[in-house]
């Protein structure tokens, strides 16, 4: 392992739960909020908004496209985590794409349970297309918990009779709160940040005694045909690769045109330690590539990573 990713590892350890005696959700937000905040790119402006009743972040990079629209849910397993901590990752991705994003602050568990969050995701998704956004323009992204709200999201939304969005992009997906792939065991001692006690510990919190395999909670159990183009990236070395890997097999199997990459070596959402892992950098832009080549307008993302750097 490299100095490098060395590095980007030390800086999630810091970040992990601790499952012996773990702390009370405010403070884990505490410290999570104080390990993984990271600013928004350069060029990148940032402007507080609401969306579906719920308070939201636009991310609006310079020369971006008039048209096209990124949909973004912030990862934290439904505990942790907002639009705020996820600035960097969400910008990162807004700027490649050359695309204007809005990352929304759903509520967290415990105090608001499943399916509140679900319900926040829904309402978002409704309020764009109620705008005025067109589906064929609008794109949803989301890491480890937000990769499961996003599908939730699109599932609700076509129980909803809503049109679906061009493309769905996910990292390291959190898709099964039964916590039933078998990774979730075999890959323990290479997770250097969760165990399957802290993943279990946040799906407590979030659906209690409620079912665990409900569609809308563990979106790897739903029928997942006629969702959008999707694209799974997850890490080799973490508990949540077999969610991906079942994610994007069932996907396939529903006529759904999937992608999975799995990276060597890699940490859960290891996307977020752009600028510091050669790899996040690159499967950043990969993620970027796959959701502009699904919209139904013309986006010069290479235009715009040159006007950023440029700033």
Known sequence: MSRQQRQALDALLRSAPQSETRPTPDEERTSFAAVMTRPAPHGVTTRRTVLGGRPALDLEPAGAADRGRLLFFHG????????????????????????????????????????????????????????????????????????????????AAREAGLPQPAAVVVFSPWVDLTLSGASMRTKEDADPIFTEADVRAYADLYIGSGDRSHPLASPVFADLSGLPPLLVQVGANEVLLDDAVRLAGRAGAADVEATLEIGPGLPHVYQSQHGRLDEADAALERAARFLVSHLDVPVDAGHVRERLLAV
């Not at 996820?86 to 809005?102: K, N």
């Not at 399916?115 to 995701?121: F, I, K, S």
């Open 76 to 155: 934290g397993g439904y505990v942790i985590g907002s639009p705020d901590t996820h600035t960097g990752l969400a910008g990162e991705l807004a700027a490649r794409a050359g695309l204007r994003a809005t990352s929304v602050d759903y509520r967290l568990a415990p105090e608001h349970v499943f399916p509140a969050a679900v319900d926040d995701g829904l309402a978002a998704y409704r309020d764009l297309l109620a705008t005025g956004v067109d589906p064929r323009e609008l794109v949803v992204a989301g890491d480890s918990a937000g990769g499961g709200l996003s599908l939730a999201t699109l599932l």
